[in-house]
C-alpha cells in the first residue's frame, strides 16, 4: 500500500557526520540538527517523501530514449555497439537472474549497474526502474522487492528486444 516505506528523520542536537552515519546505520532515511531550520526539514521531506507527479497516471514510457544508442553507434561502431550489447545481456541478465536471492546490500549493488548500464544504451524505463530498486534495496518489504524485480526483469527483456532491433537496423 502507500505507507509500507515510511521515511525516518532523526532530530539530534548532535551535528558531528559520524552522528548522522550512526542514525542511518541504525535504519533512519535522514539526519537532521537542532535547531531544526525550516528550509532544512522541507528540503528532507522533498528527499524522502515521494511527490505524485503526472507521469504516475502517464502509460508506461518507451524502451528506449532517442539518443543514447546512436551515440554508441557513433563513438564505438556498430560492430563495437554490438559487442558492448552482448556483454550487457549476459552480465546483467546474470545479475537479474539472481537478484531474487541475493543480500540487500548486493542487490543494491547490482541495481546500482544495471541502471548505469541500462541507461548507456537508452533503456531509460529499465534504469529508472533500476534506480527505484537502488533506493528501495534496504529498506523495502521483500514482496515489494519481488514485484520490483520482476518488474525489472520484463523490462529488461523488452528491452534488450528493442536495442536488438534498433542495432540490427
Known sequence: GPNQHVPILALT???FAEDGERCRAAGMNDHLTKPIR???LQAALLKHVPQKTAAEDAPPAE????????????????????????TFV???GSEIAVMATAERSSLRRMAHSL??????????RLGDLAEALEAEATDA????LSA???????????????IKTKLAA
Open 148 to 162: 520490483k524485480i520482476a518488474e525489472i526483469a520484463a523490462c529488461f527483456a523488452e528491452s534488450c528486444k528493442a
Open 115 to 124: 541502471k548505469s548500464s541500462a541507461r548507456l544504451f537508452g533503456a531509460s
Open 63 to 86: 524502451p528506449l530514449g532517442t539518443g543514447a544508442l546512436s551515440e554508441l553507434v557513433e563513438d564505438f561502431g556498430q560492430a563495437g555497439a554490438a559487442r558492448l550489447f552482448t
Open 141 to 144: 518489504a521483500p514482496d515489494a
Open 90 to 92: 549476459k552480465e546483467q
Open 13 to 15: 542536537a548532535n551535528a
Open 38 to 40: 525550516k528550509a532544512a
